[in-house]
């Protein structure tokens, strides 16, 4: 496994993939939060920092510099791996396929996933899920239309959303 930063408007973006496959990501210059965001059974036991341009990390790297240069859906061909239920499992995939620029509200996506009245659960989506940006669970917002939390902060959230909302 490995790791990389990138300098983004919104601060340091760490990464950490294996062969091009991103298991987990954030804004942070901290390489133990993004492991954070794994469960221990799914944190690698070595993992090696690398610049950008290392093959493991080089194509999520390229995505995430064209996202901020305006090409929104460059993160979406970025293969990811989560481990969790069919349901989480379903979730991460509908994230995948918000629209930049239209969010859902957490009741929204609970329907969409079949369960209109599984707003927690839908929320729990959003709040486990560890490759951020590369599965946009930014774009849930809560049903008065606040943005709720997110595990990067509401200023890289509100960032993100102002972004999509004006390229989208």
């Known amino acids: ?6 300098a983004t408007p919104d601060g340091p973006f760490t990464l950490l993939a294996s062969d091009g496959v991103v298991l987990a990501s954030g804004w942070t210059a901290d390489p133990e ?3 954070a965001r ?7 036991a070595e993992v090696s920092v690398v610049d950008a341009h290392d093959p493991d990390v080089s194509g999520p790297a390229a995505a995430v510099g064209a996202y901020y240069a305006g090409d929104l859906a460059a993160v979406d061909a970025v293969p990811v791996q989560q481990q969790g239920s069919d349901w989480r499992q379903r979730g991460w995939r509908r994230l995948r396929e918000i629209t930049p620029g239209t969010p859902l509200s957490y009741a929204a996506f609970a329907g969409e996933l079949g369960n209109p009245a599984a707003v ?5 989506i959003c709040a486990t899920n560890a490759p951020a940006l590369f599965v946009p669970c930014h774009r849930v917002l809560r049903s008065d239309g606040s943005l709720g939390g997110f595990a990067w902060g509401v200023e890289v959230k509100r960032s993100l959303l102002a972004r999509e909302a004006s390229l989208g």
């Open 33 to 35: 939060a993004v492991l």
């Open 38 to 44: 794994l469960r221990p059974e799914q944190r690698p």
């Open 1 to 6: 496994m490995k790791l990389t930063t990138l």
């Open 120 to 124: 927690r659960a839908a929320a729990s």
